[in-house]
């Protein structure tokens, strides 16, 4: 799953490439992106934003409509310069634009939309979507006020963190490392953290995400305190790392059973 750092990334090369230049051939196997206006309609427009929501990709062209591009599990986007050999399978790709110079290629993403500016603004998804983690400044109070809702008081924090309408962004490898950092335990219900633990979430949250960007943008290499290291050691108390599926989204879940406490699940 690409997560708020890695589509960030990709907003950043799509925009890199692709801002200013004109529309002038456009193909997609997806009905949501044909269906409701003609595609052909936006052979012409310039490509004007590239940003992302959440971890949904925009891109915003000079005729009105937004691609909306979400890359789910296995997703990719890949920018070419014009008559460039493409990397992957024809078969898998969902969306092709080509531009004065560059070539966008999204293949087995399982949303590619075109939305009008209204739509974009009632969308499901999108009008609904928390704080960004990806963007500065993270509005923490709003933050606080979706998390504490009572709906999810009860929830746990490690599913509420992978909820896109508390704070976008966030997926499975960044909630672990968080609640890491936090020394919260992911099967902790929302009602049983106290306020000033539900602020400094607010607080780390942003500040890991936008921190593991600029590694990646800098070439850095990425490690994690707990993700993907099951039973490799704690590098703060010594302990041996545990991983389980955490439920209801059934998510590998990594955290240190003696910094964090034990998971009630295991
Ligand atoms: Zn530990």
């Known amino acids: 799953m690409a997560e708020g750092p890695v589509v960030r990334l990709i907003s950043d090369e799509i925009r890199e490439a692709l801002k200013g230049e004109l529309i002038q ?98 969308h499901p998804v999108l009008s609904t979507l928390g704080p960004d983690a990806m963007k500065q400044p993270f509005d923490s109070a709003l933050f606080l006020t979706k998390i504490r809702k009572p709906e999810n008081l009860s929830r746990s924090i490690g599913e509420i963190l992978l909820d896109q309408r508390v704070v976008s962004g966030v997926g499975n490898i960044y909630k672990s490392e968080i609640l890491f950092l936090a020394r919260i335990n992911p099967e902790t219900s929302v009602s049983s953290l106290s306020v000033s633990q539900l602020k400094s979430l607010g607080q780390l949250t942003p500040r890991v995400l936008q921190n593991a960007y600029s590694k990646m943008k800098n070439g850095q290499r990425l490690r994690f305190n707990v993700y993907g290291r099951s039973g490799k050691t704690c590098i703060r108390c010594g302990n041996t790392i545990s991983s389980y599926r955490q439920m209801p989204s059934n998510r590998i879940t990594y955290f240190c059973p003696n910094c964090q406490g034990r998971s009630f699940s295991t």
């Open 25 to 122: 051939d456009v193909a997609t196997r997806s009905e949501q992106a044909s269906r409701s206006v003609g595609l052909k309609s936006v052979v012409g427009a310039r490509v004007d934003k590239v940003d992302h929501m959440g971890k949904n990709i925009m891109i915003d062209l000079s005729n009105g409509y937004s691609f909306r591009i979400h890359l789910m599990m296995f997703g990719r986007c890949e920018v070419y310069q014009r008559g460039e050999k493409h990397r992957g399978s024809a078969e898998r790709i969902r969306l092709s634009l080509k531009t004065t110079n560059h070539e966008l290629v999204v293949s087995s993403a399982p949303v590619v939309e075109l939305l009008g500016r209204e739509e974009v603004a009632h």
